[in-house]
């Protein structure tokens, strides 16, 4: 037996996924033969820094009576897996990077879903992994690759990864074992066999080749698609949009205009458009390709529609936000699913809804003692109980006085700043409109993430954009302004503490202001 080599598989999955499982069916398959089969497992390690990877060697013989078993390893080895199993795309990405996934001998099972990174989504600026370039080096690196979105097919199941993975194994071939002790392997759970039989299934086809894309299995589980905002006005606003602006800009200026409505009322939806208008007016002037005018839509949107406490309690208070956190538990339409939400309100939450006569002297106060985040209190509200749901329905309802406090105030005040700079910016040289256009993505976050965010932001006005705009220059000075501007903005978004924005102005010879 010692000249028999095993097949060796190698798991990858992150909590709640169902790995251990999985991992138990293939050995239950494996024993129903008598074949010879061990697995290991290392924990991986919360808050999706890292996954759970389980490890199993199948022999293609049967166990004798009287002849020695062979000796098995308990950890994989680079270079010598034959099938690597990752549920999720970066998960597949990090077992190549880490020679688990190898040209010459592995088949990499994959889904193609991204659950994204601590690192992904901690960034400033978009900081999401490229996800054709993670396929693509996925592809290159594997002998074969068997990959499809298999969390979608779980959740159109009604089931979980680990079954749908199950069936692309099984359909992979490289296993000594029949479909069919897989099947009963599942059945002989129990419990939900149907649901994963329906994932299993799905999986086994898209092994096989037959299945080219996705299809939902189970209708009554099919992800339900969100109803548009409809209105007669909204529609006039639509209308508007298709007359006014350029086609490019259509997908993200309707967006936007749905969002804003959405956020506040109509009229809110009236003022995106008009604010955009002398945007695009300037680049049409300047013969632009409306790029500016496109962005400058993109995170206007963004911005008018900033996260408040009453933003928060509308969001979680919806049907589809119900029924996701129901999916996500794996709860049926008849079974009761609690769901507490953790909210930590401060001082700069409450100051946002007092008008700013009240919430300016508090903050400045707060700000002179030190005491700006002293005062967050931890909340925990059970939203699936009466009481809970309509205090947050009723912080919701409060969209009415949002116009009449501090933060509304500062934050139009510093849009239209940044809109007029724009303008002035696309007439000057269109290259430089275009950087003070992207300055936008620098508005994000809550709390003291939003200050330091408004801060950089301030900053870079102060210093870069409105020294050059007072100024009367030809357009190779406005395009060398582009330049530094583009430098500062990837060093602000890159540190959002300010401290290689500081590094950077100062390289390019601008003042360097103490952080605030």
């Keep these: 037996m010692s000249d028999v080599r095993p097949v060796t598989v190698l798991i990858s999955a992150l909590g709640g996924e169902g790995g251990g499982l999985m991992t138990d069916w293939i050995l239950a398959a494996a024993r129903e033969h008598n074949l010879v089969c061990q697995a290991t497992s290392v924990p991986g390690v919360a808050q999706r820094t890292g996954a759970t990877t389980y490890y199993i060697e199948v ?93 979608r097919a779980a959740r159109d199941a009604g089931t979980v990864i680990n079954a749908v993975l199950l069936g692309a194994i099984a359909g992979a071939g490289l296993l000594p074992m029949p479909v069919e002790s897989f099947e009963r392997a599942i059945k002989g759970e129990g419990k939900g066999a149907e649901a994963s039989l329906r994932g299993f299934y799905y999986g086994l086809s898209v092994a096989r080749g037959e299945v080219v894309e996705l299809q939902p299995r189970v209708r009554a589980f099919a992800p339900k698609a969100e109803a548009p905002i409809v209105s007669d006005t909204l529609e006039t606003l639509r209308d508007r949009i298709v007359r006014d602006f350029p086609p490019m800009t259509h997908e993200i200026v309707m967006e936007g205009t749905a969002r804003t409505f959405d956020y506040q009322d109509i009229d809110y939806a009236r003022l995106y458009l008009d604010r955009l208008g002398p945007v695009l007016a300037a680049e049409r002037a300047a013969k632009g390709d409306f790029v500016t005018t496109r962005e400058t839509a993109r995170y206007l949107a963004l911005w008018m529609a900033y996260e408040d406490v009453i933003r928060v309690a509308q969001i979680k208070t919806r049907l589809e936000r119900v029924e996701r956190a129901r999916g996500g538990a794996g709860g049926k339409p008849e079974q009761t699913v609690i769901i507490t939400e953790f909210l930590k309100p401060g001082l700069d939450e409450f100051c946002s809804l007092l008008p700013s006569f009240a919430a300016r002297p508090l903050l400045a106060w707060a700000d002179r003692t030190g005491r700006r985040d002293s005062f967050n209190v931890g909340l925990h509200l059970r939203t699936s109980t009466i009481f809970g749901f309509i205090m947050l329905r009723a912080m919701a309802g409060m969209k009415f006085w949002r116009r009449r406090g501090h933060r509304f105030s500062v934050e139009q005040a510093l849009m239209t700043r940044w809109l007029a700079a724009v303008e002035a910016a696309t007439t000057r040289e269109p290259s430089l409109g275009r950087e003070v256009a992207e300055c936008g993505r620098l508005i994000k976050g809550y709390s003291d ?65 103490a952080n605030g």
């Design 59 to 151: 022999f293609n013989q049967k166990l004798e009576p009287g002849k020695p078993e062979p000796v098995m390893a308990l950890y994989p080895q680079a270079g010598d897996i034959d099938m690597m199993v990752a549920s999720e795309l970066a998960e597949a990405s990090r077992a190549c990077q880490n020679g688990f996934v190898t040209p010459d001998r592995t088949t990499l099972i994959t889904s193609t879903h991204r659950f994204y990174l601590l690192d992904e989504k901690m960034g400033m600026a978009d900081s999401r992994l490229d996800v054709e370039r993670l396929e693509n080096a996925a592809r290159k690196m594997a002998k074969h690759v068997v990959a499809a979105d298999f969390a």
């Design 449 to 513: 993430t939003h200050r330091r965010a408004q801060r950089n932001f301030i900053r870079l006005m102060d210093t870069v954009v409105d020294p050059a705009l007072a100024t009367s220059n030809g357009a190779d000075y406005y395009m060398n302004v582009a330049a530094a501007l583009a430098t500062a903005r990837k060093a602000a978004l890159a540190d959002p503490e300010g401290d290689a924005l500081n590094t950077t102005l100062a390289k390019l010879n601008y003042p360097v202001a």
